[in-house]
């Protein structure tokens, strides 16, 4: 079925004003990457994940976070907490640096979630590499394992905020 997908081809998805083929491509991609993170983390494998794909999964994420009614779970958790993602630094484990241009700052109400690809007065600020970001807003990286810089707190509360996956 996926063989002849085209990007512009209308099809069904679990998110409503995502109905694309292009919507449900870019969610294998990512789905893939971060599962083949998982398997060769469990085998004491740590590679980091492409910056250029890491940045889009922020990205994609935080649409998500956005369009998909099933996040509208964490709404009764959300009161005015704003994050900024932002990319650089040295992944606590020694990873390379990080290149990068990424920055987002999610704002999580009661209204739902609003992002933006600029910096901006935020809560705290959780800097990574791209890589470690994507991992982090996935529940695979902890407060600990990132650079926190304001209420640690809101940091350790993002999948409550963000919802579940």
């Given at each position: ?8 081809e ?81 992944h606590?484990?020694?990873m ?10 999610a ?59």
């Open positions: 079925a996926l063989i002849g997908l085209g990007p512009e209308t099809v069904w998805t679990f998110v409503p004003p995502r109905q694309t083929g292009a919507f449900v491509l870019r969610r294998l991609a990512m789905e893939t990457v971060i599962h083949r993170w998982d398997a060769e983390e469990a085998h004491g494998v740590e590679r980091p994940i492409d910056e250029g794909l890491a940045r889009d999964g922020v990205d994609e994420m935080l649409m998500m976070f956005q369009d998909d009614p099933g996040y509208e779970s964490a709404k009764d958790r959300r009161t005015v907490q704003r994050i900024l993602l932002r990319e650089g630094g040295t606590p484990h020694g390379r640096e990080g290149s990068g241009p990424g920055r987002w700052l704002s999580f109400d009661n209204d739902g979630v609003t992002t933006s690809a600029h910096e901006g007065p935020a809560d705290v600020s959780v800097t990574g590499t791209a890589s470690d970001l994507l991992l982090f807003i996935m529940g695979r990286r902890t407060p600990e394992e990132m650079r926190i810089e304001g209420d640690t707190e809101i940091a350790s509360r993002w999948g409550d905020l963000a919802g579940r996956f």
